[in-house]
DNA sequence: ACGTACATGAGAACCATTATCAGTTACCTC
DNA sequence: GAGGTAACTGATAATGGTTCTCATGTACGT
């Protein structure tokens, strides 16, 4: 087909890949690798650890997901929307809203090119307790 | 004597802390605990990679240090001043700027609580390439 | 239905970090 | 200055998340 992969390849239907989407399509929070992993295997559905790594790895590549790193240093996993956003996260409960504010964004462009920095991005998180879990 | 020390123990004055604290003072911008080691060891001071972490860790719990998770999940070092700040970091040669200012702090605790989050703390890093860097 | 390139998975490897524990040493007391 | 002790050190093992290996399986174009 094309040749030099000029695009990338249609990855292949398969019952893990799919176990995968699901799961992260109806969570509605950031999870782990191992969790997604265990939560599978509780609903009786077999997939291979690597495989949960693959297919997570290969969903933040084509840009379905959003990852942040926990203070365990562990690797959370997010379905989001596709444009630049920010997130804020129940750090009970795990819920998350996400937060599209273009003040934050010239926020940081002004600090940034106030101290002569170019080519910036950045990343925010607020952490904070949610009304349900507030109670 | 510290002034209201409750419970907090003087920690021994050691060649190995003495090492550790001299590199962690004299480095412009965020380190590795294996980075740390490593250096050490090229400059012929022989310290043991326990004594590296916990060392680390002690001047963390002091709050001499500032920690940041790098992509690699890999935990980073830098000697910080003690009040609450951010960090502009250059991603290529490391050095970073201190960025004291309520603004974004301001900004955090507004989104937290428009959502109903109490008990918010937050973290926001800039990324981008210096002046030096750019040339 | 066939063939094959891509996908899978069990386990090993990897890497940063933490725990273990016997030997060392800074520092207080006499 | 000597001595005792609790804190410190460091080689090594253990831990835990993540990635790699490679033999086997399978989706999908033909």
Redesign the pocket.
């Known amino acids: 087909m094309s040749p030099a992969g000029a695009g990338r ?1 249609t ?7 799919q176990a995968v989407a699901d799961l992260l399509a109806a969570h509605p929070g950031f999870i ?3 969790r997604v992993h265990s939560l599978l295997a509780e609903g009786g559905i ?6 949960v ?3 997570l ?1 290969q969903m933040v590549a084509g840009g379905e997901l959003d990852t942040i790193v926990a203070e ?4 959370l996993y997010r379905r989001c929307s596709a444009d630049h956003h920010h997130h804020l996260v129940c750090r009970r409960c795990g819920t998350t809203v996400e937060v599209h504010d273009p003040q934050v964004e010239s926020w940081a462009d002004g600090v940034a090119r106030a101290h002569g920095f170019a080519d910036v991005n950045h990343r925010v998180e607020v952490m904070g307790v949610c009304r349900a879990c507030a109670l």
Chains 1, 2 share one sequence.
């Open positions: 390849r990855p292949r239907r398969t019952r893990q890949r782990s690798a191992q077999e997939v291979g650890l690597a495989t790594y693959r297919c790895a365990s240093a562990e690797v």
